[in-house]
């Protein structure tokens, strides 16, 4: 990584964007209530050097990758497979969750189980950057940052260098 000038793209397209619901985990005895959001997603990809036609990086495979996963979350409910005092069963087409006292039943094509101990937006900008470094990788691209709003006012940003 260099010390010298860099380039800064940032993308945060209209359609960076999915809807889904999910509960935020505070310990393993409390949660917020079941609800959702209306999550965008912004990228910013750093580097010090362009290509010979003065690109740092191809902005249509990266929009694509970012598209693919906003799909893949959209209009699904959000489970951390890894959640503390959280247990999810999958039976006959449904998935059944209990947190405490709660049980919810979902239809399993509307769930979407996440690696992950929790769904908080800490945690799926560093989905999306996981996923987006990946793809990065033998690049010119140095550092990558994902940001994931769930609310006007209310966001993440995950930073890390691609190494």
């Known amino acids: ?17 999915f809807s889904s619901a999910h509960f935020t985990l505070f310990s393993a005895e409390r949660a917020e209530l079941f609800h959702g959001h209306n999550y965008r997603v912004t990228l910013e990809l750093a580097g010090s050097e362009l290509d010979g036609w003065g690109l740092l990086v191809d902005l249509e495979s990266v929009k694509e990758v970012v598209r693919r996963l906003c799909r893949r979350l959209d209009s699904r409910t959000l489970l951390p497979a ?65 940001s994931v709003e769930e609310t006007a006012g209310q966001r993440c940003f995950y930073e890390a260098p691609i190494v």
């Not at 010390?3 to 964007?17: C, I, N, S, T, W």
């Not at 979902?106 to 989905?127: G, H, K, M």
């Open 1 to 17: 990584m260099s010390d010298g000038p860099r380039y800064r793209v940032v993308l945060a397209k209209e359609d960076f964007k």
């Open 82 to 146: 890894e959640g503390p005092g959280l247990s999810w069963s999958r039976e006959d087409g449904a998935v059944e969750v209990r947190f405490g006292a709660r049980r919810y039943l979902f239809p399993e094509d509307d769930v979407l189980v996440l690696p992950l101990v929790n769904t908080s937006i800490e945690l799926l900008a560093q989905l999306f950057w996981r996923d987006l470094a990946d793809h990065l990788r033998g690049s010119r691209i140095e550092t990558l940052a994902v």
